[in-house]
């Protein structure tokens, strides 16, 4: 494929408007690009909020996704990363500043120049359109390589999900010896489940119900706890040493922060509609922790999927056709998913 300017895609014209088929332009293949044919896009919650204008301005006509795998089908003059045919994915940005402290530390995430893959502009202020699309030109040091062990569709979520688990496991380094509990077992919940007990943690989930404990027990928890059941926070008081938070509700997270145990951390993941307040108390005590974490990486993205190839971890999927869009993302805010959509490409042509 020469021509981009012609490109299928499903995206959304304006706010809140349901996803439809339309045309996209993508660049050319420049110097260091890699155009990728995409085989697969998992659809993330973020998806649903920015399509639907709900973390502010967004940019329509919109083209969500951010979980991409697929296969080479060209590469610029200057490409020594990649080749014709490799196995490859892209995240959730494609561009950034490359000159700040962050990027030269390797923390591309926290460029505050960060090209987002979808909903945001290029230096020259071009739109960026995400993967639900059947082809995207990414330079090469923004694409991931897709290790031959992992199955493209099943690969696809740990390029946004699988790696906004992966990172804080990693920075607070989740091992042998170290105590891990998942809030919430959805998208993202299940991959750090997965994840954390590769890694060799022992896992907990904090499920609002005990409805899904034989599959947080199958992905590799030790423990199971009802968050409905008040009896939990006094039983499982200053008992972890990690909890990554993936869900959006208003948690009470003094509550959270009185079961980790000394100089123990409290990871956001998921991004609540309003503020959540905290009694300075409860992070005096035991020299507690309360930050967050945004995606990964380049590096710990390659290193999160080379883990998971050599683990055989994967997303629990639903693969679904670029019709079934609209209808998936009304599944996904219902929480009728277990546990990722993603989307067959090859259906949106």
């Not at 709900?54 to 083209?63: S, T």
């Not at 905290?278 to 990964?296: D, I, P």
Request: hydrophobic content about 40%; proline content about 5%; glycine content about 10%.
């Amino acid at each position: 494929m020469t021509d981009l300017s012609t490109v299928p895609a499903y995206g959304a014209f304006e706010a809140k408007a349901p996803l439809e088929r339309t045309t996209i332009s993508r660049r050319p293949v420049g110097e260091h690009d890699v155009l990728i044919e995409i085989g697969y896009a998992g659809i993330c919650h973020s998806d649903v909020h920015q399509a639907r204008h709900e973390w502010g301005e967004g940019i329509f006509p919109m083209v969500p996704g951010h979980e991409i795998a697929g296969v080479v089908a060209a590469v610029g003059p200057g490409v020594t990363r990649y080749a014709v045919g490799d196995r490859v994915g892209v995240g959730c940005y494609v561009d950034s500043c490359r000159e700040c402290d962050n990027c030269r530390a390797g923390l591309e995430q926290y460029c505050d120049g960060v090209v987002f893959t979808y909903n945001s502009r290029y230096a020259d202020g071009q739109p960026t359109y995400g993967g639900y699309s059947t082809h995207i030109v990414v330079h090469e040091r923004y694409v991931l390589r897709i290790p031959d062990a992992l199955p493209l569709d099943a690969a696809a979520p740990l390029l946004c999900a699988g790696i906004t688990l992966y990172s804080p496991l990693a920075h607070w380094r989740a091992g042998p010896g170290t105590r891990v509990a998942v809030v919430g077992l959805g998208g993202l919940g299940h991959l750090g489940v997965r994840i954390a007990h590769a890694m060799g943690a022992e896992v907990t989930v904090l499920s609002q119900s005990l409805r899904k404990e034989a599959d947080g027990r199958r992905f590799g928890a030790a423990h199971f706890h009802a968050t409905s059941d008040p009896a939990t926070f006094e039983k499982l008081a200053g008992s972890f040493d990690l909890i990554l938070n993936t869900v959006s509700a208003s948690l009470d997270l003094d509550a959270y922060l009185g079961l980790l145990r000394l100089n123990g951390t409290l990871v956001m993941l998921g991004v609540p509609e309003e503020p959540l307040p905290v009694e300075t108390w409860s992070l005096f005590t035991n020299r507690r922790s309360l930050s967050g974490s945004m995606n990964g990486s380049v590096r710990e993205t390659q290193a999160m999927l080379d883990l998971c190839a050599e683990h055989g971890i994967g997303a629990e999927i639903e693969l679904i056709r670029a019709e079934e869009i609209n209808a998936a993302y009304e599944r996904l805010t219902a929480g009728d998913v277990r546990y990722r959509f993603v989307i067959d490409a090859s259906t949106i042509a």
